[in-house]
């Protein structure tokens, strides 16, 4: 891109997103405000970024999902999740292998992935199915919290700035990778934290983001691969101390029924379903996944997530829409933007602990070193967090430590 071409998409992005929160914040709340979501082919899909053969071995043998939760009554306890979201994102780019095996080493023993489906029908990991909320440009701004790399797209005025499920795996691949965040003296978060200059005096700061924009060279996106989920459950059937696998599926509606079908096979070639569950914070969409998906081992989990700027926690339960879903597991997320959401998070949460049964209440994403071990304290079954190391040395220090190093 050429540099004037980059300081002028990184100032219009910056616009977009004022103006995204703008209209969101003068709407209905919901999800989008929480900065952290036709018949198949005849033929079985086949990966093209696929390597190898499948080892006839298979994975080492792992319980059930959907029986691996404590039955009311017996006093077993089940082991703690120490999943590691998007793998280790802040130490490396987030879904990709360096990152899963970073959280790995870190001590995690599952893994939360986000994924998307292209137009030839493949399932790609990658965050954001399209450019069109405030999550994805805040995230193309290199603006959330603690990242190393942020998504590396096209430009806004580019005809390839396209959802996912409009582009094919080649073409998707070779317009979206990741970047560091602090490779380019011009990246979007630079320039937001120096607006401040802009309020006080415009005409200096464009003259000198001009100038600068002249002088620097375009940064070289990170050569790290973007997997597909092929690809992925090559690499996890042979990491037998990866126990479970949350895939956050963000697909459209009416792609969810071919999703769960080239997700089927997939699963079926590695041997892998017992170790999956599969998200969506769409009832209708876990509806159609569990008639799919279902056989080959696979749980579920309908994905909730506190909203509001001021929620009431009574008006949230993971347990009851897990109950309505008929999940097995119960994922809730703190709310980012409202009044009090620590204070309201722990309320739902202790509500939900006393009703949760059989099923296995999971927190994301969390990564407040106290938070963390607040609800580790409180009993939650397991938690998401970008930081995985520290999750597992809490979990250690307060009597998880086996727990937190495998699942059994």
Known sequence: MEPTARSLNALFALVCLCLH???????????ELSIL???AAAAAP???????SVDARGPAAMPSPEAEAPRPGTGVAAPFLVIGHRGSPRTHPENTIPSFEEAMRQGANALEIDVCYTQDDRIVLWHDPDHSNVVATARELGLEPGMRYRPYVPDLWSPLRRPVH???LATFRANHKYI?????????ASLFSGLSSFASSPVDFLVDLFTSTLAAPAPAPSDVPIPTFYEFCEWAAKVPKLGRVFVDVKVPAH?????????????????????????STSREAVETMKATLGE??????HDQVVTGVVPSAAEFSAVDAAERAGCSYAPIGKPVLCVKPWSTYREVIAADLKKRGSRRLVAWTINDPGELRALVEMGVDG??????????RIAAEMGKAAAASQVD
Do not use: H, Y
């Open 37 to 39: 979501g036709v018949d």
């Open 21 to 31: 929160c703008w209209v969101g914040a003068s709407g209905a709340p919901g999800q």
């Open 383 to 392: 938690i998401m967090t970008d930081t995985p190391g520290v999750l597992c």
């Open 180 to 188: 560091r965040i602090d490779a380019d003296p011009l990246d979007p």
């Open 46 to 52: 086949s990966d093209p970024g696929a390597a190898g």
């Open 166 to 168: 409009e582009m094919d």
């Open 255 to 279: 792609l969810v029924g071919r999703f769960s079908r080239t997700a089927a096979w997939v699963l079926k070639q590695w041997n892998l379903g017992d170790r999956i569950i599969f998200m």
């Open 296 to 301: 080959t081992g696979a749980a579920f989990a």
